[in-house]
């Protein structure tokens, strides 16, 4: 999973200097934020097969770091897929699904589907809600 030092890398190769060039052989890995988790569960990119966990989702109650974990493993390895299948950059497809995820699909107001480029493959999960968990780990 990623590392901070992923992150840092990735901002870094993407400045116009390009402070940290990477190899035609390096990729950094997928970044998984919440707003990305919720907007996987939103179009149906990622499904959660569990009741419980499905309801706390849509409840937006707090989770466990494993249930959290139900959700983030997936997300990453979604993202992986669509880095492989594009044949886009980390930074390409961030830029795209982190501005979608958080403009048109936002956390605390109702999603702007009719605006959003996915909306005609969207599955239009609007209930869900980002796994919810307290953590200094960030």
């Known amino acids: 999973m990623i590392q901070r030092t992923d992150m ?60 959290e974990w139900a959700v983030r493993y997936p997300a990453y390895l979604a993202e992986e897929q669509i880095l492989t299948l594009s044949g886009k950059s980390l930074s390409a497809v961030n830029a795209f699904l982190f501005s979608t995820a958080r403009k048109h699909c936002p956390e605390m107001t109702e999603p702007e589907c009719q605006s959003c480029k996915l909306d005609p493959v969207c599955a239009h999960r609007k209930a869900f809600f980002q796994p919810v968990l307290r953590t200094t780990f960030y």
């Not at 990622?46 to 419980?52: A, F, S």
């Open 8 to 67: 840092l890398a990735m901002l870094l190769n993407d400045r116009p200097e390009t402070f940290l060039p990477l190899r035609d052989d390096e990729q950094i890995a997928p970044i998984v934020d919440y707003h990305l988790m919720r907007f996987f569960l939103r179009i149906g990119l990622i499904d959660v097969l569990d009741g419980e966990l499905e309801t706390k989702l849509t409840n937006r109650q707090l989770v466990s770091p494993a249930e």
